[in-house]
């Protein structure tokens, strides 16, 4: 599913090629634990469902560590 979320660090809206279904996105706005819901994501494809920060993004405000 293409999702677009706007970068809290840029401000520039990113979109990305995300495996996540709809029901899956629902369950996670109604509350439940991201990493419950969808526990198959990488840590960097739910980093930008909750933020909008992508990698290299986030690579370039707190480098590689």
């Given at each position: 599913?293409q999702?677009t979320r706007r970068?809290?660090f ?8 995300i ?11 109604a ?28 690579t370039?405000?707190?480098?590689d560590?």
């Amino acid at each position: 599913m293409q999702i677009t979320r706007r970068s809290p660090f840029s401000g520039t809206w990113n979109t990305r090629e995300i495996a996540v279904t709809p029901e899956q996105l629902e369950r996670w706005k109604a509350g439940a634990l991201i990493q419950n819901v969808m526990p198959d994501l990488s840590v960097d494809d739910r980093e930008f469902l909750m933020t909008g920060i992508t990698p290299e993004e986030w690579t370039e405000t707190f480098g590689d560590s």
